[in-house]
């Protein structure tokens, strides 16, 4: 198997540089450095010599220098500043670096094993219709991550989150469950509809109180892990996410995991997390809601106050 060029410009320097130690019956260890920015690739410190040798380390490293020829993916050689510095020949290097990559193929810039578990999510778009431009960018920038971590030697799982529990969400399932489409979506599919049903019952939550308590209700029921309100949230959720990773496949883009936010509203862990945050000293009340303040963390303007628990006890 070829190996990685750089290796291989280092070995042929090494063994030209041991040769020279040799021939001037210097006997020292090849230990090559990378050379400081603008003084070549790789550096022979002669500082160490010095002492034992009882001579300057400049005059040390011209002597070496002298002794070595450019051959192989070595360029040029020089003495500067008390260091032997080697150029190495960009063409050798390009020509080893191409067979490399023909030879190991997929497994070409792989690195070592880091014995290092990464959890990296990302997309997570709201599951309440097709994914658009913007949408699109964060799998794409998720994904690119999650490769290159892999190929660095990192044990790598990637999930989305899906917010099955927020308000979008929960006006989109109040279309599906009480509403009839007022005409069909172009194109036959249940995110397109699902689109559809969002639109026309956010319009009625707007025009009509009573649908917009109903929506307010439903929205406090599923935070409260009502199973019934839970499972029409989930359901609606399923079929926009199926077509959102029916997408993702086309670009090659897949998820080893899902994690439902619903999930953490039925096993209590969002109540446990709010009473934790309700007992934090940078917590406040106003009028039944719950903030914290966070101008202490350095954090001003509207951020300032963070709510987490609305009045009506939703979060």
Not at 27 to 46: I, S
Not at 133 to 142: W, Y
Not at 159 to 178: L, P, S
Not at 232 to 239: D, G, H, S, V
Request: charged fraction near 30%.
């Amino acid at each position: 198997m070829a190996q990685d060029p750089f290796k291989t410009f280092k070995e042929q320097t090494a063994k030209a540089l041991s040769k020279a130690l040799a021939e001037l019956g210097i006997e020292a260890e090849p230990t090559l450095d990378r050379a400081p920015e603008g003084m070549g690739d790789l550096a022979f410190p002669c500082f160490p010599l010095a002492k034992r040798m009882r001579r300057a380390p400049v005059v040390i490293a011209q002597e070496i220098a002298s002794k070595i020829a450019p051959e192989g993916m070595i360029e040029r050689i020089e003495a500067k500043g008390g260091y032997v510095n080697f150029h190495v020949r960009f063409e050798d290097l390009a020509q080893v670096a191409l067979e490399d990559a023909v030879a190991r193929k997929d497994e070409f810039g792989k690195g070592e094993p880091k014995g290092v578990r990464i959890l990296l999510e990302h997309t997570s778009a709201n599951p309440t219709g097709p994914l658009h431009v913007g949408r699109a960018r964060n799998p794409i920038i998720g994904d690119t991550v999650a490769r290159i971590l892999r190929m660095a030697g990192y044990d790598v799982t990637t999930e989305f989150y899906v917010n099955d529990v927020g308000r979008q969400v929960v006006i989109m399932t109040w279309g599906v469950k009480h509403l009839t489409l007022e005409q069909e979506p172009e194109r036959d599919a249940d995110h397109y509809r699902h689109v559809l049903f969002y639109q026309q019952a956010n319009k009625r939550a707007e025009e009509d109180p009573e649908v917009l308590a109903q929506v307010d209700q439903m929205l406090l029921k599923l935070e409260h892990g009502d199973e019934e309100t839970v499972k029409l949230a989930r359901e609606a959720c399923e079929k926009v996410l199926a077509a959102i990773t029916e997408s993702m496949k086309r670009i090659n883009i897949s998820y080893d995991g899902f994690t439902w936010e619903s999930t953490f509203v039925q096993n209590g862990t969002v109540d446990k997390v709010v009473e934790k945050l309700k007992a934090s000293e940078h917590c406040r009340e106003v009028d039944g809601a719950y903030h914290l303040e966070l101008e202490s963390f350095g954090i001003s303007g509207r951020e300032t106050k963070w709510v987490f628990t609305r009045a009506d006890g939703t979060s």
